[in-house]
């Protein structure tokens, strides 16, 4: 019981973890904001003291021993307003990975021990005031771009909040408040006109339209009844409902979309490798600079004070903390964004690949066409048996499969209201058909292709185009065979034509006969199709059209399409919606809906923008900042001060938090 009970709280121990992350950060963020306003309100007898800011102002002020009182102030602006500076340095230091923290621990610290050392003697000026502004705005600067990171992040807690807190478990005649955590697998539960679906489950009683669009991305609500599944999380409209909860804790749906969201965000990509690289150089060359900066104007005789304050400027303006955060800002947002229009990403760096696809691979079955069949027709090959027995062999025998073929096949049979028999040692050939033993003989059922494997020629049809057939074997004899035929998906046409229009080849792979793929083919327009491929020469297909430099995407079913997925460059899973972590796809795609495919490719696309305008403007900022905070341009009267730096540095980042909130997903 005790297990059942941790595992039915572990959604909400996702929703915790998310809580607790985004928590942390505010917390984080009313700690600069106090040591902030604290540190301005110190700062005004430093500023209204120091020599320059009263000639600037054409006033003058001062008491007796007033540098040592500025010094007492100064001192508790460095410890408050600048601790979480200085730990920060330390930290890095430890972990000998030094980076922004370091740069303005280290500036800020040598800022304060030459301003205290000339108060108690050493000849020059001290740069109290300007320690005092500086640590001032780099709190206002981290207080505010950690707003704008908890923003990026706070889709994830939106996913989170999407659970109700309660549930109606029916139990005999009563109906009884229970939170999320006390529910088990098989509870019925009460679910009213606009409530929260609470858990995944089935509907036992009642019919309604469901809102999932915050889970999928489907704007429109959808009609669901008897037997159909309902996602924890979901909306229910104008009707009341009974639901049979088939999925809770690890197993629930918004459970395993939060924890590929949280594994995406932290597993990082080329691009963000590259970036982190970047600024472990830039805090280097930051050091470096600032030092040769300090030796030079030393050299050139301008004294101490002049050549820390130039040291202190290229070490705060070089800071890299635009570029640290400028691609894990855009994944925060892009994962979030695209989690709530129903494209999840499991893996980064193929996301990011997916601008340069040229060709689209479609599995034809439940991707192109609806993947529902309908049986048009049955024919039997032998006396010994009528239509009805072939029906009722192939149904009992698909009766094991999960296949659509034998999913609509075994409707059909219940629809025309025969008794299944059963059947022993069933087991799935792989790609080939379903085999076991009914009354005492091997029955196999199979496809056109295998049948010719067997050496056995295929009866022709008249209207062979249109049709799938499965062939019904009895002791290695051809009995009979069911036709059945599927539908093209409206969005497939849409999807296939955009693409095209984007410059994109695409193509076709199925496991049907040459007449079916051709059919299907020119309906589409596609620009090419591979026929009666067996699941395990998918992945091959996929080898061929790389082997010929195409930059491949396939889109399958996830489960038999798992090698050509594996193998594609970028592998997109469509309408795995309830079993998303199953796949080994790089993006699952929610809602069945080829049109999805246009909207990951031009996803990706912005995505990639984005990372590279955020690269180019943190390094690009750079570039021009430092010279001038060296003091390259001294001579012609322009000069940065380590305040001006601050504010620059502080700049830059929003700059940068701003730009990935900009993200937006075309559809």
Known sequence: MADMHNHNSHVSHESHDSHDHIDHHRMMIRDFKKRFYVTLVLSVPVLALAPLVQELLGFTWGFPGDGYVVFLIATAIFFYGGWPFLTGMVDELKSKNPGMMTLIGMAVGIAYLYSTAVTFGLPGMPFYWELATLIAI????????????????????????????????????????????????????????????????????????????????????????????????????????????????????????????????????????????????????????????????????????????????????????????????????????????????????????????????????????????????????????????????????????????????????????????????????????????????????????????????????????????????????????VVLSDTIREESRQAVSTLQSMGITCWMLTGDNEATARSVSHKLGLDGYFAEVLPDEKQQKIEELQGKGAFVAMVGDGVNDSPALAQAQVGIAIGSGTDVAASTADIVLVNSNPMDVVSVILFGKATYRKMIQNLLWATGYNVLAIPLAAGVLFNVGIVLTPEVGAILMSLSTVIVAMNARLLKIRR
């Not at 858990?199 to 019919?207: K, R, T, W």
């Open 138 to 481: 780099m709190l206002a600067g981290h207080w505010i771009e950690m707003a704008s990171v908890v923003g990026a992040s706070a889709a994830l807690e939106k996913l989170a909040r999407l659970m109700p807190s309660e549930a109606h478990r029916k139990e005999g005649d009563s109906i009884v408040e229970v939170s999320l955590d006390q529910l088990a697998n098989g509870d019925l539960l009460l679910v009213k006109p606009g409530e929260k679906i609470p858990a995944d489950g089935n509907i036992e009683e009642g019919e309604s339209h469901i809102d999932e669009s915050m889970l999928t991305g489907e704007s429109r609500p959808v009609r669901r009844g008897v037997g159909d599944k309902l996602i924890g999380g979901s909306i229910n409209g104008d009707g009341s409902l009974t639901l049979r909860v088939d999925g809770i804790g690890e197993d629930a749906y918004l459970s395993k979309i939060i924890s590929m969201v949280r594994q995406a965000q932290m597993v990082k990509s080329r691009t963000q490798k590259l970036s982190d690289k970047a600024a472990r150089y830039l805090t280097l060359i930051a050091i470096s600079v600032g030092l040769i900066t300090f030796g030079a104007w030393m050299l050139a005789g301008f004294g101490v004070q002049f050549s820390i304050t130039r040291m202190a400027t290229v070490m705060i303006i070089t800071c890299p903390h635009a570029l640290g955060l400028a691609i894990p800002l855009v994944v925060a947002v892009s994962t979030s964004k695209s989690a709530q229009q129903g494209l999840l990403i499991r893996n980064r760096t193929a996301f990011e690949q997916a601008r340069k696809i040229d060709t689209v691979v479609f599995d034809k079955t439940g991707t192109l066409t609806e993947g529902s069949f309908s049986v048009t027709d049955i024919e039997s090959y032998m006396d010994v048996y009528g239509e009805q027995d072939i029906l009722k062999l192939a149904a009992s025998l698909e009766n094991h499969s999960e296949h659509p073929i034998g999913k609509s096949i075994v409707a059909y049979a219940k629809k025309e209201n025969l008794q299944l028999v059963a059947v022993q040692e069933a087991q799935a050939i792989k790609g080939k058909g379903f085999s076991g033993i009914i009354d005492g003989s091997q029955v196999l059922i199979t496809s056109p292709g295998y049948l010719r494997e067997l050496g056995m020629e295929v009866p022709s049809a008249e209207d062979e185009e249109e049709l799938t057939r499965v062939f019904v074997l009895v002791d290695r004899q051809l009995a009979g065979s």
